[in-house]
């Protein structure tokens, strides 16, 4: 019996038949046995000829990239390991292959070289023919030996192989702080000043691991030695001038002594005790008052060149002070007693004094040779820049009062005008300004030197 839908749709029906048809065997009494789509093994078959459709256009797209690849990295290799290049080794044009070392060409060349010697961090020979094999520039450029012993030639260089150099032992390095030295410079001369003060080096100190040496290595901070310039006073613009000086004041003929040079309008100076200052602070003010110029001679008088580092110290400080105290003026401008003031001393003021003044004429007046006797030791010999040693304190000085006024009178015809110490030095051109002032001080920047240079 057809349905409805069959007797309504028979084009649909046979369509679904054909398209959905089984694929099987027909079994007794006309029964159907399926065993498969219809639709299938046809869909298989094709799928199979696809396939190996596709396998074969990889292959052939596959194998000339291959090909190509092995042809550029074969290219490669070659280019980078075997490529012949050309080069000038020692002046000479040579074709090599590309990445040759040193050693080898060396080797390939036949280029001889003879080593180095083993030094200590000073340059000392440990052991000769312990150094570096050879020495390379590259384009005139000198290379450190492991970075030529790793190189490769690259080709168009300019090569040079030639002796090995020094190689120096290990060494350990430390970084060091080095105070100034105290240096002179000058050897004889009536002044003494400080000319360079001194500021610390700090630097590397390299320690020779088997030699025990020792050398610089870099400097960080370049310092500068102290420097104490010794020398005789050369005025400037043919000046003639001299400087009367006065030691062992203030005392009991201070007050005469002011009075002749007022009467002659001279200018004189004082170089004073700090304990006599103490005990005659009036004194002390009228030199100051009458326009000469006071320095200090130490404090108690003791010869300098014997005495501890403190006691140089106390001796300038306490005389500075005293003086100070009773006139207002300030100086670190001193006499050493007796003239006694060698470089070691200088190294024990610690930088508080900045001038040493000695002399270049001796009156010997403390021997109270008579009157006409120091007119004479004072104006004989006498040049431009002279300074006359004469005594305020320390003895009897009725001679010298008396010898004064002559002195004057005989030098100033004989062309000199009188100045102080300030005023000498000033004229000459080469002592800076600081140190003619008598009152100059070390910079807080400075360094004092611990040893003598």
Same mark, same amino acid.
Request: a negative charge; aromatic letters at 8%.
């Given at each position: ?42 869909? *298989? ?50 074709? !090599? ?25 000073? *340059? ?30 690259? *080709?168009?260089?300019?090569?040079? !192989? ?35 003060? *001194? ?33 005789? !006073? ?121 001038? =040493? ?43 010298? !009062? ?43 920047? =400075? ?7």
């Amino acid at each position: 019996m057809t349905s409805n839908n069959e007797r309504r749709y028979p084009s649909e029906r046979k369509n679904k038949r054909e398209n959905t048809r089984d694929f099987g065997l027909v079994g007794k009494g006309g029964g159907f046995i399926p065993t498969g789509d219809a639709n299938a093994m046809p869909e *298989g078959r094709e799928q199979g000829k696809r396939g190996s459709q596709g396998k074969r256009l990889v292959l052939r797209t596959l194998v000339p990239l291959l090909v190509l690849a092995a042809l550029l990295g074969g290219g490669f290799v070659w280019w980078t390991q075997f490529r012949p290049v050309q080069v000038t080794v020692n002046g000479t044009l040579q074709s !090599v292959t590309v990445g040759t070392t040193i050693d080898q060409l060396k080797s390939d060349e036949d280029i001889q070289t003879s080593p180095g010697n083993y030094v200590s961090v000073s *340059g000392n020979i440990l052991a000769e023919g312990g150094g570096y094999p050879y020495s390379v520039s590259v384009n005139d450029k000198d290379m450190d030996y492991d970075d030529a012993r790793t190189y490769k030639v690259a *080709g168009g260089e300019r090569i040079t !192989v030639s002796d090995g150099g020094d190689r120096t032992e290990p060494y350990t390095t430390e970084t060091v702080n080095q105070p100034p030295k105290l240096l002179m410079d000058g050897n004889v001369g009536a002044i003494n000043y400080i000319s360079q003060w *001194g500021s610390t080096t700090v630097k590397d100190v390299l320690t020779g691991q088997e030699s025990g040496e020792q050398v610089d290595g870099t400097v960080y901070e370049q310092g500068q030695d102290c420097v104490v310039t010794v020398k005789d !006073v050369q005025p400037s613009d043919d000046q003639k001038l001299v400087a009367l000086t006065f030691d062992d004041g203030p005392s009991e003929y201070t007050s005469q002594y002011l009075q002749i040079l007022q009467d002659k309008g001279v200018e004189a100076t004082f170089f004073c005790l700090g304990k006599e200052v103490d005990a005659r602070p009036d004194e002390a003010k009228a030199i100051v008052d009458a326009g000469c110029q006071i320095c200090s001679h130490s404090y108690d008088h003791p010869d300098l060149r014997y005495a501890e580092p403190q006691t140089v110290v106390d001796e300038l400080t306490s005389s500075f002070s005293s003086i100070e105290n009773a006139t207002g003026e300030k100086t670190t401008t001193f006499r050493p007693p007796y003239g006694s003031f060698t470089q070691r001393t200088w190294l024990a003021t610690q930088g508080v004094a900045t001038a =040493a003044v000695r002399w270049d004429i001796d009156t010997e007046d403390w021997k109270q040779p008579g009157v006409d006797q120091i007119v004479s030791a004072a104006c004989s010999n006498v040049h431009s820049g002279s300074i006359i040693l004469m005594h305020d304190g320390g003895g009897p000085r009725d001679q010298d !009062v008396e010898a004064l006024p002559q002195i004057i009178d005989t030098l100033q015809s004989q062309g000199y005008t009188f100045v102080t110490i300030s005023e000498l030095l000033a004229s000459d051109d080469s002592i800076p300004d600081d140190v003619a002032s008598c009152n100059s001080t070390m910079p807080e920047s =400075a360094v004092w030197p611990d040893e003598i240079g």
